[in-house]
């Protein structure tokens, strides 16, 4: 607050002139172990970091009473699977994961309704075991291409007979086998 000037003081009480800061100068990122790229890199097994991923997994429970599984299929496994697929295509569009993420996962394996008995066999051998065995989670997320992750919930609503068109039928041979 300002003193009026009708009031003494003495010098000491006088307001000090404030320290100057200059302005910043331009920075760049040139350290050793900077990214100079606008994504990071990426490769099989390194995952894809985004803001807030944690929060795919809070959303995922709330389809939980909606999943349509088969006998042998666990929902926490497919509730944590799909939350990662979720967390990865929200990080290539740069935000954190939101409803919409989750329904493309849940809806690429045909989770919100009927699926036909080969996408069946297909998802059986990806998420069993998911929410307990990290590399297995590390495999079901880099089997998915980006362009079926990138896909509108409207693209893949009710396209589950389509299936092979959006995943990668050549990663089934690297599905891990069935454990009993």
Do not use: K, N
Request: aromatic letters at 8%.
């Amino acid at each position: 607050m300002a003193q009026p000037s009708f009031v003494p003081i003495t010098d000491a009480d006088q307001v000090r002139p404030a320290l100057q800061l200059r302005a910043p100068g331009s920075w760049q990122a040139d350290r050793p172990a900077e990214l100079q790229l606008p994504r990071g890199p990426s490769a099989r097994r390194r995952g894809t970091p985004g803001p807030d991923q944690g929060y795919a997994l809070r959303l995922a429970r709330r389809f939980e009473d909606r999943l349509v599984l088969t006998e042998g299929e666990a929902a926490d496994d497919v509730l944590v699977g799909c939350a990662l697929l979720a967390s990865r295509r929200s990080a290539l569009l740069g935000r954190a994961p939101a409803v919409y993420d989750l329904e493309v996962a849940f809806g690429l394996f045909g989770y919100l309704a009927a699926a036909p008995s080969d996408l069946v066999a297909f998802r059986a051998a990806g998420f069993r075991g998911a929410a307990h065995d990290y590399d297995l989670q590390r495999e079901l997320v880099d089997r998915v291409p980006e362009s079926a992750l990138l896909l509108s919930p409207d693209e893949i609503a009710g396209s589950a007979a389509r299936w092979p068109s959006f995943l990668d039928r050549g990663a089934e041979a690297a599905a891990p086998a069935p454990t009993t």
